[in-house]
């Protein structure tokens, strides 16, 4: 039987990069090697169904054990791909006993110490050698979740019907575009896309993008007193115009902000995108309110050539929002926690996963932890012991779902 670790590390060396400059799902073809992979090894633990479609998602089956009675049917969902914040190809996964202080890789980056990691001495991590991001952020996921159906397909105790989907494409927020709900078939699903041991979540932000086009007036510029208008230093002044401290690096914890995160153009045009982030309906309306007011105060003193436009985008909800009418779907998280040997930690995400758009679609899913840290950078590595507890919590998860009756018995 292959550990969590042992699954990791194979699937870490694999590329599966996602692209923002491609209009296809998968964004990159690299993301089938993993994909047709863990088909092969979940038909080889007896998942006859499993496939992976043309847009690279996987799935598959592990009936149920329990034939007595009706028991719900439970996903396990992870994503395939890696950020493109870093590169993911040639990854170089190596395990080390931490002990204590920064962590040196071997092109001399240096992970630092924090609070958190002094709490962690003795544990094992999963490094890279300062040239990739590792891929935790999801390989991790996957690992953990392959490591579980291989503990559940070898042991006797009851299960429910487990549906396991892993997705390409969630890190430029494509993972569900092609999710089939009604044929995935679940009635709860829990993503494996989080961070340190014991953390579990129920919220997650709810996300917009903005979009301020700024045109302005384009002649010679030795001719250009009074006439010209360059909209990439208008543009400059309204990013200038928004408060320092509603920035992702001034924000924590439930704070709001405005992330400034493209910004391109010339003297005719010019354009930048923003990440509205904010836990509840109050803040994102504000987030729209100071984006709006900074680009037409500014705009006002540019004169009547100047041209603008401001977009939003919504991207996905809070599924904190929806959660909390099958509240069912969070306590059997909370109590698999425990019984895998850890404190239960309800984190919002500062961020976003797949279930918040599964969430919203219908199909309650919260996020469990992985044990991984620095997700998207050459200094993420994996608790190799928090991870182990991710696939305890899984497994402990379908014990406890295989005693409870499907979604409809719930709500009647």
Not at 224 to 243: D, E, F, G
Not at 304 to 316: N, R, T, W
Request: hydrophobic share 40%; glycine share 8%; charged share 25%.
């Amino acid at each position: 039987m292959k550990t969590p670790l042992e699954r990791f590390l194979k699937y870490a060396r694999i590329e599966t990069t996602s692209s923002e400059e491609t209009t296809t799902t998968p964004s990159a073809d690299c993301q089938f090697n993993l994909a047709r992979l863990l088909v092969d090894e979940l038909l080889e633990l007896g998942l006859s169904d499993a496939q992976v479609d043309e847009h690279c998602y996987v799935t598959a089956t592990l009936p149920t054990n329990v034939a007595d009675r009706r028991t719900p049917t439970i996903g396990f969902i992870a994503h395939l791909d890696t950020s493109c914040a870093a590169s993911g190809a040639n990854v170089n996964p190596r395990v080390i006993e931490y002990q204590g202080g920064p962590v040196k890789l071997e092109n001399g980056v240096v992970i630092a110490e924090t609070e958190e990691m002094k709490t962690l001495v003795g544990d094992h991590f999963v490094v890279t050698d300062g040239t990739t991001l590792l891929g935790g952020d999801d390989k991790a996921g996957v690992a953990a979740i392959m490591a579980a159906l291989e503990r559940l397909t070898a042991s006797d105790a009851p299960r429910p019907t487990i549906r396991v989907c892993f997705t390409p494409d969630e890190e430029i927020g494509n993972g569900t575009i092609f999710f089939d709900i009604e044929g995935f078939g679940a009635d709860y699903a829990y993503t494996v896309d989080g961070g340190p041991g014991g953390e579990i979540n129920g919220e997650t932000f709810t996300a917009d993008k903005a979009i301020v086009v700024a045109r302005g007036v384009d002649v010679h510029p030795g001719e250009a007193k009074s006439t010209m208008i360059n909209a990439s230093r208008v543009l400059s002044r309204i990013v200038a115009a928004l408060p320092l401290d509603r920035t992702p690096e001034e924000t924590e914890g439930r704070e709001p902000f405005i992330h400034l995160y493209k910004f391109e153009g010339g003297v005719s045009e010019a354009k930048a995108e923003f990440l509205l982030r904010a836990f509840d309906e109050t803040d994102r309306e504000k987030n729209k309110q100071i984006l709006q007011e900074a680009v037409a105060s500014v705009a006002e003193t540019v004169g009547d050539a100047f041209e603008y436009k401001v977009d939003f985008v919504q991207q996905y909800l809070n599924m904190g929002y929806f959660l909390k009418e099958t509240p069912e779907v969070l306590d059997v998280l909370e109590e698999a926690t425990k019984r895998a040997g850890l404190e239960p930690k309800w984190v919002p995400i500062r961020g976003g996963t797949d279930g918040s758009r599964l969430t919203e679609m219908g199909l309650p899913t919260p996020n469990l932890f992985t044990g991984g840290r620095n997700f998207h950078s050459v200094m993420e590595f994996l608790d190799v012991e928090e991870h182990e507890k991710a696939t305890e919590t899984l497994v402990e998860l379908a014990k406890l779902w295989s005693a409870k009756g499907p979604r409809d018995a719930v709500k009647s």
